[in-house]
């Protein structure tokens, strides 16, 4: 089955521009979408198709996606954006989604 | 605006069975998929199975196949996950969450903890 590789975690100052990647074997050729979940909430998407953002998402989260890795990346980041980011794509041999690990970001 | 509202938290000892719901409001409910995902307490998001509610078409994550039913309610709006044979690692939060095109979730309920413990 397809796996999807994310780092632990991420820290980084206020301010700064956060990359959380999503490795898996050409996932270029398929299509990325992230979510965000903060302490004790549900998740939230927060980019779909790669790069798209829901409407009432901030223009600070944006995505690319090429090769073996996909990036959401996180502009001039807040306290508010600490939370675990999960990416996830579909698996259309098995029919299912597939989520990477998580990874905790987290604002110094 | 469009709501998923789950069920209350559920407490349940382990060999029994527990059934979780989840009522979609403010689009048309045959429009979209369903998935029900759970998360065990600091682990990441598992995916356990999908209900399309225009026919009551499912598909089940192989891990659960033997142990899960998805079924839904058209005249409420609502579905249902039921998992049996309860063992201590089916200690979760239970999400369902409105699929698009079947490939992402745009829209989660706000959890169900179900705890199983003797």
């Known amino acids: 089955s397809y796996v999807l590789t994310q780092p632990p975690s991420v820290s980084l100052a206020p301010g700064k521009t956060a990359g959380i990647t999503c490795g898996g074997n050409?996932?270029?050729?398929?299509?990325v979408h992230w979510y965000q979940q903060k302490p004790g909430q549900a998740p939230v998407l927060v980019i779909y198709?790669?790069?798209d953002r829901p409407s009432g998402i901030p223009e600070r989260f944006s995505g690319s996606n090429s090769g073996n890795t996909a990036t959401l990346t996180i502009s001039r980041v807040e306290a508010g954006d600490e939370a675990d980011y999960y990416c996830?794509?579909?698996?259309?041999?098995?029919?299912?989604?597939?989520f990477g690990g998580g990874t905790k970001l987290t604002v110094l | 605006q469009v709501q998923l509202v789950q069920s209350g938290a559920e407490v349940k000892t382990p060999g029994a069975s527990v059934k979780v719901s989840c009522k979609a409001s403010?689009?048309?409910?045959?429009?979209?998929?369903i998935h029900w995902v759970r998360q065990a307490p600091g682990q990441g998001l598992e995916w356990m199975g999908i209900?399309?509610?225009?026919?009551?078409?499912?598909s089940y994550a192989e891990k659960f196949q033997d142990r899960v039913t998805m079924t839904r309610d058209t005249s409420t709006s609502t579905v249902y996950i039921e998992l049996r044979s309860l063992r201590s690692e089916d200690t979760a939060v239970y999400y369902c969450?409105?699929?698009?095109?079947?490939?992402?979730?745009?829209?989660w309920g706000k959890g169900t903890t179900v705890t199983v413990s003797s």
């Open positions: 969450a409105r699929g698009v095109a079947l490939i992402y979730m745009d829209v």
């Open positions: 403010g689009y048309t409910f045959i429009n979209h998929y």
């Open positions: 209900i399309n509610p225009s026919d009551g078409k499912i």
């Open positions: 050409n996932i270029g050729g398929k299509s």
């Open positions: 198709y790669d790069s």
């Open positions: 996830q794509v579909w698996e259309s041999n098995n029919n299912r989604p597939v």
